[in-house]
Every structure is written in C-alpha cells, then in structure tokens.
C-alpha cells in the first residue's frame, strides 16, 4: 500500500513512517499540509494520513483541499487534541477516520487497509461506468430497458419502524423499494438501472405511488418517510394533487445527502411549495456524503437521519459519541428530530439513548416488511 504521510513534526513523521513501514507500507512524508497537496496533485496515493493541527494550512483545510481534488482518496485524520468541533469537521469533510494520536499502531494499520480496500472499490466502480460510457451499448441499453419496465411493473414497498425508544412507541416506519424484477431485486441495481437509463423519475414516480397505495395498512397516527433523489424535486407530479399530497401530513419525504442539491433551480420555493401541502422533509444520510451540514442550511428540515457510518459501533467509539452527541444537541436547538438508522445491538442502542437521540430505526427492533412488522422492545 502507497501511502502519504502529513504531519509538521519530524518526530511524528519518524515514528509513523518507521512503524507502518515495518507492517509493509510503502510511505511517503510530508512536512505541511502544503506539500502534501502538492504531492497528492502528482502522484498516486493509496490512503492519506494527516495531522489535524498544524502550521499554516490546518489538516482539515488540508482535507477540504483533498476533496475538490479527489472524491475517492481516503484521508485518515490524527490529532493530539480531539475536539466535538473537528470531528464534525472531519465528518463534514469526508474523512474516512478520525483518532487522536494515542491511537494504537494495531488499530490504525486495520484502519488503513479497510481505506485501501474502499478505495479500490471506488476506483473500480469509476473505471466500470468510465468504460460503459465510451461503448457503444444499444443492444445491452435495450436489454436493459426491458428489465428495468419489468421492474418498475412489479415494484412493491416493504416498511422498517422507526421508533420512539423513551416511549416504546411506534413514531413511523420508512417505505423501502423492492422489485420481484429477477435481475434487479437489490435496490442499488434498480437506481443505477435508472440512472443509466435516465428515467429516474419514472422509478420515483412508481415509489410514490406504490407508498399511496399502501398507507391504509399503517397505524393511523403513524408517518411514513419516504426517500426522494434530488431529481423527483424537477418533477412536477410531485407537486400535483394526487393520492400522496391527500395524506401529506403524515408524509416524510427523504432528501439524500449523498447527492448534490445544486442542480435543483428554485430549490428554497420548491421546497416551501412542499410544506405548503402539508409534508415535512428530513435530510437522509447525514455524515454519510461530502457535502456535509450544508444540506441542513439548504433544506431547514423537521427530520435529520444520521448515516449508519456513525451508528455502527458507536458504543465502542467515543469519538463517534461526541460526533453524534454533538449533532443531537445542535439539532435539537433548531427543533429538529434526530433519527439514527442502521442499529443493530442493544449496546449501540443504548449508547445513542445517551447521546440524546430518541428516534432509532434499525433491525435490532425489526427488519423491513411487506407490512408494518411487529418491534422487538425487549
């Protein structure tokens, strides 16, 4: 593994450079965030590791800096003086990791090679779409358009509960897509299936209305979050009145944070157009993309949903728990509902309790059904 070491002590240079290269990586040093964006600008790096407080341009400047240049690189982030502060920072940013110094070489190398292999995953999956862009694929994008009709045909909903922990109560349930499609049964197959075909609006429209259909199966004081592509907000049966807009007030519609809102044109009057129908917004994948907190700023929502990356293993995690702490709290000065997805054991359930987050949503309490499932309280 090629890997960048940024750090304005030469002591800390040494040590990491002589401890990693032992375990087998090959590392190069540099000894400001300066130069290492320089180096990261001519060569290939397979994960950056980089101090968080340095002279001149700061690590998270550095990381910022990192971003516009390459969506893909890893970048890990040491600090000898952890903060609430850079670690959200750090998440806004896209860091891959974030571990104050003391961190153990056993844990850190784990770290690195886990960023290798994401990175190589990315970089496979760049190269895959780089290369069906420059074929010609009429025949395979007929074949392909096929299965997709067949899809959208035969989609159906499934629901996973999001509950209120303090109450054991049922606060709503999100709607999942599914498809009895054979070759497009995986939600990622169907969304890069329309994507390449360029009728993701199509496959939105079919969501909301397969949602519609099955609201009557809900508990009647029970809402329903719905994921929207930043594309459904270009589309103007969203804003028609139909079976949706009838039950709006009991609608959550999902924005992904994954994705860029800077295609949407008159995004703050779409928006207001939406509320004025009665629906509320969540922000969804919070923590999860790079464009990070702006997504609040733009969308104001009465839900944030944070990504299951700062869930999983969070009881084990402290650095996780100030993050997550940190967010609960800010949102709930702006009288907005945390819901943390992605739970999985009673350990990080109670973990986010402390934190402040109420609303939990994950298989430790049920996994996605045809109907609303039973919650397991115990």
């Given at each position: 593994m ?130 069906a ?20 045909n ?20 999100e ?5 009895n ?26 969501i ?97 949903k ?35 997805e ?27 059904e ?9």
């Amino acid at each position: 593994m090629r890997l960048l070491l940024v750090d304005d002590s030469e002591f800390v240079r040494r040590a990491y450079r002589d401890g990693l290269t032992r375990r087998g990586f090959e590392v190069d040093l540099a000894a400001s965030a300066e130069e290492g964006l320089a180096r990261a600008q001519s060569e290939m790096y397979d994960v950056i590791l980089s101090d968080v407080h340095m002279g001149g341009m700061t690590g998270i400047e550095f990381l910022k800096s990192i971003r516009e240049l390459n969506l893909d690189v890893p970048v890990v982030l040491l600090t000898g003086d952890p903060s609430v502060e850079t670690a959200a920072q750090a998440v806004e940013y896209g860091a891959y990791r974030y571990f104050p110094k003391s961190v153990s070489l056993d844990v850190l190398e784990e770290a690195l090679h886990r960023a290798e292999r994401y990175h190589a995953m990315a970089r496979l999956k760049r190269s895959v779409l780089s290369s069906a862009a420059a074929l010609d694929w009429s025949g395979e994008r007929s074949a392909l358009e096929g299965r997709f009709q067949s899809a959208v045909n035969c989609l159906w909903v499934a629901f996973q509960p999001i509950v209120s922990w303090p109450n054991r109560h049922v606060h709503g349930y999100e709607v999942l897509v599914r498809s009895n499609e054979g070759t497009l049964k995986r939600p990622s197959e169907l969304f890069d299936a329309a994507e390449r075909l360029g009728r993701l609006v199509d496959l939105g429209r079919g969501i909301r209305a397969q949602a519609a259909s099955a609201m009557h199966i809900l508990p009647p004081d029970a809402r329903l979050f719905l994921n929207l592509h930043p594309v459904d907000l270009n589309d103007a049966t969203l804003y028609d009145e139909g079976p949706l807009t009838q039950v709006a007030s009991r609608i959550v519609l999902e924005i992904t944070e994954r994705a860029s809102l800077d295609s949407i044109p008159s995004l703050p009057q779409r928006l207001l157009d939406l509320r004025s129908q009665g629906f509320q917004l969540a922000v969804d994948d919070l923590g999860a993309g790079y464009a990070g907190l702006s997504s609040m700023a733009h969308i104001e929502p009465e839900y944030v949903k944070l990504d299951m990356s700062l869930v999983r293993g969070i009881d084990g995690t402290p650095t996780k728990q100030k993050v997550v702490s940190s967010m609960a709290h800010l949102c709930d000065d702006l009288g907005m509902h945390v819901v943390a997805e992605g739970i999985e054991t009673a350990a990080e359930r109670d973990a986010l309790r402390d934190t402040g987050c109420e609303l939990l949503q994950g298989y430790l309490f049920a996994k996605p059904e045809s109907r609303p499932p039973s919650v397991r309280w115990d």
